[in-house]
């Protein structure tokens, strides 16, 4: 039979085509919603910034085991889970009956531990999924008290108790903060100084005074009334206007890196692990809101948890207020461990757009600048940003950013070639990211938008001038595209290699959200969220015309195996087929169906 090739469709390989992706489809166009067709994709990973509206939801993700805490019919004591004393003793308010409790226990997914093979013990214990790994014939835990004693450190940054409890009772006690906003109150006075002599200097035919060298002589003498030493006034005169970029103790070169996108949801650090092993340069964290980290919430500084692996790591926030902004990147400059903080200015979302922080920030310059001020001033790492075109599809304004940008040393901005309103309707304006790039002089531009393949890398670097490209939903889709990039091929990788990839993710997310059942439920999860992108690679081989473009969907088609045609599924059941091939059967009532075509944005 031989297939005619659609509008928008990529071209397989006739053999491999069928007519419908199941024999069961009463509708054969149902699931023809390709790679391109993200409108929603913006509204991926719900924030909150603590006062989030309640939404009714519309039938999606009901009950889903993963968005929501496992409770054992038995609720276990942590410390006895570790064959620990409890503290709490009596009053503990969880059970100490083990026998009880393992009666109850799920099966054992596997008989290999991630965590006891790297830290000597699992801290887990009896809750563990894979607990035969550290079980003895008299059911007592193992130690490897060799590998423990050693204490390794594989993830760093997140936040302690103490820092924590200071945040959330109001007590911490920010410096740097409170000197932005009396240097910026200042500043505010002095203009207004300068404004009324300026209008008697007019009255003489004199010449007006210039801000820039009205406010040191203005700080002068307000600090010398004020009792202050020389040599702290000097201090305080420095911090003053564009920032001293010689107290960034750090210099990154980013020409040439490749670099990839803050992604929500499915930007976690497990994925950014099977990244950095195929070769992307710069990573960052998901996005995190201003408010939620200066209050101290767990879930939001757990965003900026770093692997080591991550050798250029970034973190991403994202806020409205200077003030908040100030005190987060206080925080952050303080208590992790990060290369540079990245200002978000390209997320579309209402939520956000609403508070007027993301994209809302291209529209109120004088906003954005006494943020990126204050974020410079709080911190001794480089402040980075990422911004869209504009707000509306034809109406650019990216380049009237680019001189502030430049005058407040930021040394590097990445535009996502797209409009606020446009979202994913149409493909990146490449254009205007060339024109945009005539428009720096100091800053380095990195484009941002619709790269799936080398070849699309090195043609819009070369076309545009930009010093290097972010990836996002590229690398989501196939992630061994820097592995491309590197070494200039097309790889045609095999379903036994990308099943590999998925083990090495799912050993990443036991690590990183833990090996009991509640870990266990949030590797699914996030392995089934980063599938509703990966089901849309098509194999090379199975291709007529390569490489794959973005803007292309698949249509019905047979993988060359049983494994490389159920990872070409559209069926996020099948998605949950996969995860159970890796993590065992998932609980009866996980349902995983995906909120929108693609849950997650590009901040």
């Known amino acids: 039979m031989k297939f005619e090739l659609q509008p928008g469709q990529a071209h397989i390989k006739n053999q491999y085509r069928k007519e419908r992706w199941f024999d069961d489809d009463t509708d054969a166009t149902?699931?023809?919603?390709?790679?391109?067709?993200?409108?929603?994709?913006?509204?991926?990973?719900?924030?909150?910034?603590?006062?989030?509206?309640?939404?009714?939801?519309?039938?999606?993700?009901?009950?889903d085991r993963g968005k929501k805490r496992i409770e054992d019919q038995i609720k276990l004591c942590p410390y006895i889970a570790r064959a620990d004393e409890c503290r709490f003793g009596e009053q503990c308010r969880f059970s100490h009956d083990i026998d009880a409790y393992m009666a109850i226990k799920p099966a054992d997914i596997g008989d290999r531990c991630v965590q006891f093979e790297l830290f000597g013990k699992c801290p887990y214990g009896y809750k563990c999924r894979f607990l035969k790994a550290h079980l003895d014939e008299n059911k007592k835990l193992i130690v490897n008290e060799e590998l423990a004693k050693t204490n390794p450190v594989y993830t760093k940054n997140g936040i302690d108790s103490e820092t924590q409890l200071k945040l959330s009772k109001n007590k911490y006690e920010f410096k740097r903060s409170v000197e932005f906003n009396e240097v910026a109150a200042l500043e505010v006075e002095a203009m207004q100084e300068m404004m009324n002599e300026n209008k008697r200097l007019k009255l003489s035919d004199e010449p007006a005074r210039v801000f820039d060298d009205y406010l040191p002589e203005y700080a002068r003498e307000k600090y010398r009334k004020n009792g202050l030493t020389d040599d702290a006034?000097?201090?305080?005169?420095?911090?003053?206007?564009?920032?001293?970029?010689?107290?960034?103790?750090?210099?990154?070169?980013?020409?040439?890196?490749?670099y990839l996108a803050p992604l929500t949801t499915v930007g976690n650090l497990p994925f950014r692990r099977i990244c950095k092993e195929f070769g992307v340069g710069v990573t960052c964290s998901e996005m995190a809101l201003a408010g939620p980290l200066v209050t101290g919430h767990q879930s939001e500084w757990a965003l900026t948890k770093r692997h080591v692996s991550e050798d250029i790591f970034g973190i991403q926030i994202a806020g409205s207020k200077f003030g908040q902004v100030a005190q987060a990147c206080e925080l952050l400059g303080e208590k992790v461990e990060a290369d540079f903080v990245?200002?978000?200015?390209?997320?579309?979302?209402?939520?956000?757009?609403?508070?007027?922080?993301?994209?809302a920030l291209m529209e109120s310059r004088g906003k954005m600048a006494k943020i990126l001020r204050a974020m410079n001033y709080c911190m001794d790492i480089p402040v980075t940003v990422k911004f869209r075109t504009g707000i509306k599809a034809n109406e650019p304004i990216g380049d009237k950013l680019v001189q502030r940008f430049e005058e407040l040393d930021i040394p590097l901005g990445t535009i996502h070639g797209r409009s606020r309103l446009q979202r994913y309707s149409k493909l990146a304006d490449w254009d205007y990211i060339k024109y945009l790039k005539t428009e720096t002089k100091t800053m380095k531009l990195f484009g941002n938008g619709d790269v799936l393949s080398y070849e699309d890398y090195y043609q819009l670097k070369d076309d545009t001038g930009v010093d290097g490209i972010?990836?996002?939903?590229?690398?989501?889709?196939?992630?061994?595209?820097?592995?491309?990039?590197?070494?200039?091929r097309h790889w045609d990788i095999s379903s036994t290699e990308r099943f590999d990839m998925l083990k090495r993710f799912c050993d990443y997310g036991l690590e990183h959200w833990g090996s009991d059942s509640q870990g266990v439920n949030a590797t699914r999860r996030f392995l089934c969220e980063w599938q509703s992108f990966l089901y849309r690679y098509i194999p090379i081989g199975l291709m007529e015309v390569y490489p794959q473009k973005i803007n292309e969907r698949a249509p019905p088609y047979y993988g060359r195996d049983e494994l490389e045609t159920l990872m070409a599924s559209p069926r996020s059941s099948d998605w949950v087929k996969l995860t159970e091939r890796i993590l065992g059967p998932a609980p009866d009532d996980f349902n995983f169906i995906p909120k929108h075509k693609a849950n997650s944005f590009e901040g």
């Not at 391109?36 to 909150?48: I, L, N, P, T, V």
């Open 30 to 63: 149902q699931y023809d919603a390709g790679v391109f067709g993200d409108d929603d994709a913006e509204a991926g990973g719900d924030r909150s910034d603590g006062s989030r509206k309640k939404t009714k939801r519309k039938g999606q993700n009901k009950g």
């Open 233 to 258: 006034i000097e201090e305080k005169i420095k911090r003053m206007g564009p920032i001293d970029t010689e107290k960034n103790k750090k210099i990154i070169d980013f020409t040439g890196k490749t």
């Open 342 to 359: 990245d200002l978000n200015m390209g997320c579309p979302i209402d939520l956000i757009y609403n508070q007027g922080a993301g994209t």
């Open 470 to 488: 972010m990836i996002g939903r590229g690398a989501l889709i196939k992630p061994w595209i820097f592995d491309e990039i590197e070494k200039k």
